[in-house]
């Protein structure tokens, strides 16, 4: 029998072994938690982060801000879709004049998406009340509920705390890629006393920790939960690539039949491969990489 809630998620997502010879000579063993199938739409840690401002919101529209290949504006707007709610999505640049929308945007306004654009400038000033106030008002979104970059407050910190909660007893070790931080924040204050979170940042900036524990102490009061950062693996910077990734995940995915999404589950995976390399984790170590999202097909 179906659910009638169009977000109705598969809970707990599985947990599977992934034998891969690059950490089993290292005495280590690596796990997949795979949040990727939790919602066909609302994938991974967007379905965990969303669904609690959904509440939040209480039937008001949904406004939300992102970049033009923003998986979270991608989320956001298929929900508004499933539940027949308004979005807008403020998205980062501008339009080009007489240009398609890239895929990525092009699915947002195809599921009912108001998109409008502003200047790189103004957005990097989107938290000042009185920027927020004008590009909300240029938006038509002024009674709008919003919902932050990335879907990271207190609301969804708190609905990410479950992730950890589900992985207790199962790993030393839980890590997840990160871009603004609340799913690591959430993770970390769900799991056992006898586990660590390491979060694996997409963004260049070293400036994740104080977000991590900002977003703690508005979700619970305090920093909890023992977490760590390693910004190495970001390649550039959010979006960013490189020929040595591609081939990685290639090959990732040809080991274990996993569709590795490029921009945050690639770099996590190799993330842990090359610490697992540097020697990183002591043998007996059992690894759970969160496989947060799967490529969005572009159809």
């Known amino acids: 029998m179906t659910s009638p809630d169009p977000l109705a998620p598969r809970l707990p997502s599985p947990l599977q072994e992934a034998g891969d010879s690059r950490f089993g000579r290292r005495g280590l063993r690596l796990l997949l938690k795979r949040d990727d199938l ?14 609690p401002n959904i509440e939040a919101a209480a039937g008001r529209p949904l406004v939300t801000f992102g970049g033009a290949y923003s998986n979270h504006l ?22 080009l004049a007489g240009r398609p929308l890239n895929p990525s945007l092009a699915r947002c306004a195809a599921d009912g998406m108001r998109l409008h654009f502003i200047d790189r400038s103004t957005y990097r000033h989107k938290s000042d009340p009185q920027t927020l106030a004008a590009i909300l008002r240029a938006a038509g979104a002024e ?29 030393d070790v839980v890590a997840v890629a990160c871009g603004t931080g609340g799913t690591l924040a ?32 508005r979700a619970f009061g305090r920093r909890t939960g023992t977490w760590s950062l ?30 590795v999404e490029r921009l945050y589950v690639a770099k996590l995976l190799y993330g842990l491969v090359a610490l697992a390399e540097e020697g990183a984790f002591a043998r007996g170590t059992t690894i759970a990489a969160v496989v947060t999202g799967r490529p969005f097909p572009e159809g």
């Open 74 to 95: 991608r989320a956001t707007a298929a929900a508004g879709r499933l539940l027949g709610l308004g979005t807008t999505g403020v998205v980062r640049g501008q339009e």
């Open 186 to 217: 959430g993770l970390a204050a769900g799991l056992g006393a006898d586990q660590r979170a390491l979060g694996v940042p997409v963004l260049r900036g070293g400036f994740l920790a104080a977000d991590v524990q900002s977003l703690q102490e």
């Open 38 to 51: 939790i919602h066909p739409e609302l994938i991974g840690n967007k379905w965990r982060k969303l669904v």
């Open 143 to 171: 009674n709008a509920y919003l919902v932050p970059e990335g879907g990271s407050n207190a609301e969804a910190v708190r609905g990410c705390r479950a992730l950890g909660a589900e992985l207790r007893g199962h790993a």
């Open 230 to 259: 390693d910004d190495r693996f970001h390649f550039g910077g959010y979006a960013r690539t490189a020929p040595g990734l591609e081939s990685f995940a290639r090959d990732f995915e040809d080991r274990h039949g996993l569709p």
